[in-house]
């Protein structure tokens, strides 16, 4: 092997790559047409083979729960419990003053001391929270979001969810916050976590639930403790990121002045990204609520019990109400948060001393409409709870839709079904299916190779062969290649889409709306009206996961477009490019490296949604970690889990080295 | 407010005062968390339950937790009953559960679970011979799919739900292939569909749901269950493999934490007596899914008229 990586000579390089590459692939197609006779091995793992990990794992989770202790002080159970008791002590107060009220004892028993907020007054409260973090629009949105929730019958449940999200996005703010920070000061850090948060946020939920509920019990507070480890990853990337993008002038005036390093951080850098951190927040904010019906599986109840619920019945006019219920409650939280984060400071009053309403006249209002809606609600209780009676609801007209379209266009819908799932999904997942996995394993170390080096291409192959091993590589390819479709469909709607929104700005705030509503409603609600069109099966599978996974091809397609350097787009038009030319010549070259983390993110996202996939009954690796779940099997889970999050490693990798490369071949790299 | 309340939790205590008398003490203050799942027919058994625990003095709490994963939390106590675990779909973790000994089997529900292949009523015109299973093999085509041609297409339930169904078409050499739908709401999503468009369909469906009350049909009628079908590859037809015959109709079984006895004695015991049968439970199970009634109403209703035979278990 030669030491000479590709980037210090791309020219040397270009050729002898494309020869290799020629020649491995002659020898795969060979072995993989001819093989099979003679190396059996190569195409099924033979059974003595396999890894017995997954019966490791399980026994010293065990361990784990029934013998583990801190120096004979305390078990691991006993610590991790006294955990969820922390974390169950403002949950219960926040689900105290928006649903329960105050009350003396526990269960049927408990007698009511004070009543919860009555939705009057949380309304005004969003209401006036939007008015002081921007301006009356904003009170008007958020009251709206949750006028919706007290109209449309869906408040008990709303106020459920919305404690545990209250809880869990500090949390998962400020842990996401405190290690990015500490990764940016410790470079060993920084090395120790990246694996870590690609594991927490490929790894499926369902394989880490089950640990989950038996070390911090049955609980809200369990849900909150997934939700947080799903929702906190991106915190930490962004805080990273936001860090280092601090401009060095403003560091180095820190420095001149005289800061010490606690100043430094949370003085000049911290508030200096305070933007980019918003972003972080708006995820952390998007991923806890996209956790609410995984969350209602373990005890949070809520919104996501009533769509599972709902659907369950077949009830889909109520599982679409519960689950924009959920969408409005996102779409409330971010832009409020967005406002508070962006809000100027107040101006520095110099003027007379100000009475009390004056400084705080918004707060006062408040109080005193919590006050006056609680009092009244004991005269009235309408004034308490949404009277039941006047709820709205679309009652049987979302099933009437649905019924119309199956029996006016099934037959359309199934032909185009069958056409593709005939001549595209079923040849490609046969090939997948056939090839050997040893030739695999050899073109990932090669693609790695070639892309960035030996490095990459030892990673790729080692965790291959982790996947090889433990005897799920079918199940693998089946995931790769339901995966793969879809992110090939979502990209050839997504891309353009984006490159509309871009190029278009009222398309941009309709195509913004849908891509919320499609991030946050869950996917279960549209699923089972696919199912009904469509039958259970891949191809159903694979509109759930486009539906989801197209999100970001169109978000960074677009934030790619838009953030092409001005001179270069006047150069083009100086030197005569049609707008067409401008796009396709200078625009979308300079925003490939932007598109291709898209993609990627797009491949990230598909992964994710293979847990929601086996529930309509595909044979991928996400039915392997649904089984486990269900069969409590901690091991089985963790395996299952971790070949998800490998393969998303290998993808992630590949195409981040891709994105490198032509970024410096545009002279873009930093 | 409090001024209601109170009146309330009076009335509550002075209709517990008057219908059992000497029963308003009970063992232990602490909530009895009972689970709720996503089906109605669960809700409904575990909401009868808890009225009458509540009626008996006890302290109730319901907690919303997935079928198969509340057994993390049934081992530990952090959840304390489980009203429905049916034999074929949770038979496996039940035994895993109670072999631990920290979980323990209540006893039957008096519900029967019937689960089985089933087709709607209008299939019968296309498939003369049924509900015989031998009539399936003759017109597995009418029930195929493009994907599935020439064989029939099943849909099975979910692979979790197990009920050998893949080993039944192979041990009874039929021209089926087995799809298994990821979740229940899937499988009636179809079902639904094709009844829409009187579509073929044949699938899995279970008793009691709503499903059997609202689409006229029927179950296919394999061989009966025996024991030995399931063991003893010689039964049957076919000698060579087990499984040529019907699903078993299983019991349907309540389940609890092993402390739940030492804890709550009387309500141990109620829990134990707590009996009903499934066209009652249909008749539930439709008015709340069919008819938009309310759970906690049908509930309440359910109570109203069966006063002597809850207050028997209570004794």
Redesign the interface.
Known sequence: MNQISPQQKPALWQRPMLVVWTISLFILTIFWLFGKPYLAWAFKLPRGWQSRLRYHISDAANWLLDDASFFGLFTFTEFTRSIAAIVAVPYDFVLSIISTGFLE?????A??LL?PLSWIAVIFLVFALGRYARDWKLAMLAAGCFSYLAIFGQWHSSMITLASIIIAVPIGVGFGLMLGIFSYRFWWFDRAISPILDLMQTVPVFAY??PI??FF???PVAAIIATVIYATPPMVRITILALKQVPSELTDLGNMVGCTGHQQMWKVMIPSASESLMVGVNQVIMLSLNMVIIA??????GLG?DV??S????DIGAGIEAGLAIVVLAIALDRLSQALAHRPPDPHYTGPKRSLLQRYPYSLAGLAVVIISGLA??VWAGF?RWPEAWSLTTGKSANEIV?FI??NF?DQLDAVK?AL??NVL?PFKRFLLSLPWPGVIALLGLAGFSLKGWRLAVLCMLLGLFIVFTGLWPKAMITVYLCGISVIIASLIGIPIGIMAAEWKPAWNITQLIIDTLQTLPS?VY???V???F???DFTAMIAVVAYAIVPAIRYTSHGLKHVSEDLIEAGVVSGCTPLQLLTKIKLKLALPEIMLGINQTIMLALSMLVI???????DLG?EV??A????DIGRGAIAGLCIAFIAIIADRLITAGADRIKTRLGLAK | ??YK?TGL?AGIASVTALSLPGLADVES?????LT?H???GQ?ITTRIM?SVL?KAGY???Y???????????LK?G??DVAMEIWETTGR??MD?ATKTGKVVNVGETGMKAIEEWWYPSYMKEKCPGLPDWKALNKCAEAFS???TAPKGRY?GG???WGGFDDERVEALGMDFEV????????????L??AY??K?PVLLWVYAPH?APSKYKGEWVQFPKYTAECYNDPKWGTNKDAKYDCGKPRGPIWKVAWAGVQKKWPGAYKAIQKFNINNDEMGAMVGA??LDGKKVEDVVADWMKKNQDRWQSWLK
Do not use: C
Request: no cysteine; hydrophobic share 50%; charged share 20%.
């Open positions: 004892g526990v269960g049927s028993d007698i009511q009543p639930l089950v509920l038996v019990g049955f609980s209602s599986m373990i005890g949070a109840g019990a599972l619920a659907l369950r019945r077949l609600g004991l308490q019924k199956n029996i099934y069958t799932l005939l079923i279960f699923l089972m009206p199912v009904m069109l039958r259970v099966g996939t086996a529930l309509v009954g595909t044979r039915q649904y089984i779940l269900t069969k409590g | 407010m409090k309340l939790i203050k602490d909530p009895i968390k709720l996503d089906w109605t809700f808890g509540k302290n109730i709490k907690v919303q937790a997935d079928y198969i994963a509340q057994f993390a939390g530990t952090d959840l496996e973790a895993a799919t493009p994907e849909l979910p692979v979790t799809v298994h739908a990821g979740t229940d709401a899937a499988l009636f999503a179809e639904e569909s829409q468009r579509a709503w709340v899914d």
